[in-house]
């Protein structure tokens, strides 16, 4: 079964930083372009960065960058979101999503009907 799992989040002040994971089952993400997604209350989703598996490079929405970095392991199978320098304005449920044929693709972007297989989310609370 194809699944991603996430953890870490939480509640944090501005200028704090906070780590998400997203462990995968059922494909390695080693082969897969990996995007992250954020919901802010009363908003759409909204891409904020993804990790290009052919470029071994990530791009990032202009509102994160500079802030947030992805990585991957390969050997626990799972990619990390990490955000430093947050803002309030970054509260939101957070989601990681694997693009199942980013393979076949030069680059990665972050735009939510290129992804497949979503987490479950995790909330980010960022407040004085």
């Known amino acids: 079964q194809v699944q991603l799992v996430q953890s870490g989040g939480g509640f944090v002040q501005p200028g704090g930083s906070l780590r998400l994971s997203c462990a995968a089952s059922?494909?390695?993400?080693?082969?897969?372009?990996i995007g992250w997604f954020r919901q802010a209350p009363g908003k759409d989703r909204e891409g904020v960065g993804c990790?290009?598996?052919?470029?071994?490079?990530?791009y990032f929405a202009e509102s994160v960058r500079g802030r947030f970095t992805i990585s991957r392991d390969g050997y626990k199978n799972t990619v990390y979101l990490q955000m430093n320098s947050l803002k309030v304005e970054d509260t939101g449920i957070y989601y990681c999503?694997?693009?199942?044929?980013?393979?076949?693709?030069?680059?990665?972007?972050?735009?939510?009907?290129?992804?497949?297989?979503w987490g479950q989310g995790t909330q980010v609370t960022v407040s004085s």
């Open positions: 999503a694997a693009d199942s044929i980013g393979l076949a693709r030069a680059t990665c972007v972050y735009t939510r009907s290129f992804y497949d297989t």
């Open positions: 059922g494909f390695t993400v080693d082969y897969y372009n």
């Open positions: 990790l290009s598996m052919n470029e071994n490079r990530s």
